[in-house]
């Protein structure tokens, strides 16, 4: 298992019991890396770690509170067709697919 698959193992098992997942934000719009050609959301489990990737003194975490993710967040990613970038490490290396896959491992994990 590589780093990137232990963030993504971390991210899963801290959000099932969690409240929220957080984004960085300037305050009008939020952080997007690129993948490979692709738009990707970066997505963390915790502030702390949100705030220690960003390099960028703009971008502030935002949290997302679960309800918000699962009904609005999700379905407007997928929408958009912007992936999810999980627990990036400070490369930006981390286990990218979409919002709705991402959501079904979530919701398996919390049963």
Excluded: K
Aim: glycine content about 8%.
């Amino acid at each position: 298992m590589n780093e990137a698959e232990q963030r993504y193992d971390h991210f899963i098992a801290a959000t099932r019991e969690g409240a929220e997942v957080w984004v960085l934000s300037d305050g009008e719009s939020f952080a997007l890396l690129n993948s490979d050609g692709e738009e990707c959301m970066p997505l963390w489990a915790d502030a702390d770690s949100a705030r220690a990737w960003s390099t960028d003194a703009t971008l502030e975490p935002r949290a997302v509170p679960m309800e918000a993710w699962f009904d609005r967040w999700v379905p407007g990613l997928d929408g958009d067709q912007i992936q999810v970038a999980v627990n990036p490490g400070e490369s930006g290396d981390a286990v990218v697919l979409s919002a709705g896959e991402l959501a079904a491992a979530m919701q398996a994990a919390r049963g």
